[in-house]
């Protein structure tokens, strides 16, 4: 465990090394770019060519090489001790025998769970066959008269139509004709109506 926490601390200090590193060296291009450019600047709108801001380039680095190292110092220090309290805290509860006693229970509840499918199945095929097959089958065979019922109705309706036929199209036809008659009375009202109303 030592061993890994201080292959860790190291991984943590080189991985903060290398980004402020980087940081600095940016950050010094971005100065001196800045600096040279307020200089150009500088000496267009005031005519002096030696104008001096007073920058202590030398000061600079090493304050920024002081923030460096302090902010390397504080990601390793506060690294280091997240990882100890983690530690800490994974001795303290007894990890190990915790993650021991989930997997033994994981492995009681999947025998469990096989131990009652070897005991169902053949418990529910012999319920269906003592119980539930009679019902099916009474279901099934009263299915089928239903549907012959329905399907000897609807031939029945069809012979019906078929002995019938002459006898609804004449009763049809006299309807017809009825209809007609009153039709010729009603338009002839009808027309007389509309006719005297037009004089």
Do not use: C, H
Not at 144 to 159: A, E, P, R
Request: no cysteine; net charge negative.
């Amino acid at each position: 465990m030592t061993s890994m926490l201080g292959k860790l601390n190291d991984m943590a200090a080189q991985a903060s090394q290398s980004f402020f590193e980087g940081l600095n060296q940016n950050l010094e291009n971005k100065i001196e770019e800045l600096k040279q450019k307020l200089l150009d600047y500088a000496k267009n709108i005031t005519g002096r060519a030696n104008i001096d801001f007073g920058f202590d380039e030398k000061a600079i680095k090493t304050n920024l090489t002081k923030v460096k190292n302090d902010i390397i110092k504080i990601v390793k220090s506060w690294g280091t001790f997240v990882l100890a309290i983690g530690f800490k805290i994974a001795d303290d509860v007894n990890i190990g025998a915790i993650i021991t006693k989930v997997t033994e229970l994981l492995a009681a509840f999947t025998n469990l769970a096989s131990t009652m499918t070897d005991v169902l199945i053949p418990a529910f095929n012999a319920f269906y066959d003592t119980g539930l097959s009679k019902m099916f089958t009474w279901l099934g065979s009263t299915a089928l008269n239903g549907l012959q019922l329905l399907i000897d109705t609807f031939n029945d309706w069809s012979d019906w139509f078929v002995e019938n036929q002459t006898l609804i199209l004449n009763f049809f036809t006299a309807l017809g004709t009825i209809f007609s008659s009153v039709w010729t009375v009603i338009s002839g009202k009808l027309d007389s109506s509309f006719g005297s109303l037009s004089e």
